[in-house]
Every structure is written in structure tokens, then in C-alpha cells.
């Protein structure tokens, strides 16, 4: 049984149709990427499981329930949790207050702060250390670890995560990439939307490949790294 899977879904903006058709599925534990160019509907698809973009065919289901009609805080507290690209930290706020907010869903509060001690400054010392500075004070990178460790906070049964190396250097990439490895390790199922597609292979064991909106390919990472197409195409190797 799948955690998360999404059948024949078609949607797009204002009239505008983005993705088509589109079916894949992530089971409990796994770390599965979505790859392509841009525009090919990647954050769509996303923003779709979401509850941010409305499906106009299609079903998504979580833990085999039927949820592209609840609204998008309904889908947080079913265990789904979306990082976008944009980093949307509260800037003048600092990180431990930023990290608070991500568990709002959540009314005990000695399980939120034991949640900080025990998962989140385990796994992200950094922020430890930076707790008291203003989050706009924060590195790319640092900012990156701060919106990971926040939906952590929501503790998700899924995470959803949004062009993880946009923008950072490849040690900054490299880092989360690591710190990623060791959650899935630990039980955290992701589904990755990443340009980066070398990124993207390394990181998760099944990549879906998107094209224009539509699933061209999949398999087990370690096979696309080595499939003509995707070299040449993705990864820029003849």
C-alpha cells in the first residue's frame, strides 16, 4: 500500500493546462524525486498534492484517502507538509520562533519543545546555535536547513520539498543532501521536486521523470543515471 499516490491527475492555472494525466506513487519510507526542465509542472504537481492548486481530473490519495478536496490546512494536519522554493521564513522573527510556528497543528506544547531538543537540534546543530538571531539574518543555506527543520516541526508523515538546491552552493547542497539521507534513514518519506537532476538521483532510490507536464519516464535512480537519454538530456553527459 502506498503512502501517497496520485492517479490520472490533470490541472493547471486560469484556464491554462500544466500537467496532464499525471500518476505516481511514493510508499512509507521512501525518498522519490521529480525531475525536468523548467515549466515542466514539477511545483505544480506539488502545490497540487498540497491543496495550493485544485485538481481539474484526477484523485490524490494519503494513506489511501481521497484528499485533492481538502483545503490546504486540512491536508497539513493529514501528515502532508510542503516546503516551497521560496523559503518563506517570518525574517524578523528569530529561528526558534520561526521553528515554534511550524507546529501549530500540534496543542501540546511539552511535546513541541521536547521535539526541538530530541529531532530538530540533533539533526540540525546549526540552528542551535542561531536559535536567538533574526531567521533574515541567516545564511541561503541556513535559511534552507531553517524551512526544512520547520515543517519537521509538523512532524509529517510525508515531506514535500521544492528545488532543494536552488540558489546555494554546491558544500551548502551537499550538506542538506547528507542531512536528508540520514531522516530518510530515519523514517522520513520525501518526495523531492529538484533541477539539480544529479541532486535529485543521488539523493532518492525512484526519480519520475516530467516532461511538458507529463510523466515520460521512471525507474530506480540508479538505472536513470545510466539511461542514454537522461545523461545526455539531464545531466549533460553525451
Not at 10 to 33: F, M, N, R
Not at 147 to 176: F, K, N
Not at 188 to 208: D, F, G, H, K
Not at 225 to 237: C, D, F, H, M, T
Amino acid at each position: 500500500m502506498s503512502l501517497l499516490r496520485v492517479e490520472k491527475l490533470s490541472t493547471g492555472y486560469a484556464g491554462i493546462q500544466a500537467l496532464w494525466d499525471v500518476s505516481l506513487k511514493v510508499d512509507k519510507g521512501e525518498c522519490v524525486a521529480l525531475v525536468g526542465a523548467n515549466s515542466a509542472g514539477k511545483t505544480t504537481l506539488l502545490k497540487t498534492i498540497a491543496g495550493l492548486v485544485k485538481p481539474w481530473k484526477g484523485e490524490i490519495y494519503f494513506e489511501e484517502n481521497p484528499i485533492s478536496k481538502l483545503e490546504t490546512f486540512e491536508v497539513v494536519k493529514s501528515g502532508i507538509v510542503y516546503i516551497s522554493e521560496e523559503k518563506t521564513l517570518f525574517p524578523y522573527l528569530t529561528v526558534r520562533d520561526n521553528l515554534i510556528l511550524g507546529a501549530y497543528s500540534i496543542e501540546d506544547r511539552a511535546k513541541i519543545i521536547s521535539s526541538l531538543d530530541s529531532t530538530i537540534f540533533k539533526n540540525f546543530p546549526k540552528l542551535k546555535e542561531r536559535q536567538g538571531q533574526l531567521a533574515g539574518k541567516l545564511s541561503g543555506g541556513e535559511q534552507q536547513m531553517c524551512s526544512i527543520a520547520r515543517a519537521l516541526m509538523a512532524q509529517p508523515h510525508i515531506l514535500l520539498i521544492d528545488e532543494l538546491s536552488l540558489g546555494l552552493a554546491p558544500v551548502v547542497v551537499d550538506t542538506l543532501v547528507e542531512i536528508l539521507k540520514e531522516l530518510n534513514k530515519q523514517g522520513l518519506t520525501i518526495l523531492l521536486v529538484e533541477q539539480n537532476t544529479e541532486v535529485a538521483l543521488e539523493l532518492s532510490s525512484r526519480t519520475y521523470v516530467l516532461e511538458n507536464g507529463r510523466i515520460v519516464m521512471e525507474g530506480m535512480s540508479s538505472e536513470l543515471s545510466n539511461n542514454p537519454y537522461v545523461k545526455e538530456a539531464y545531466l549533460g553527459i553525451k
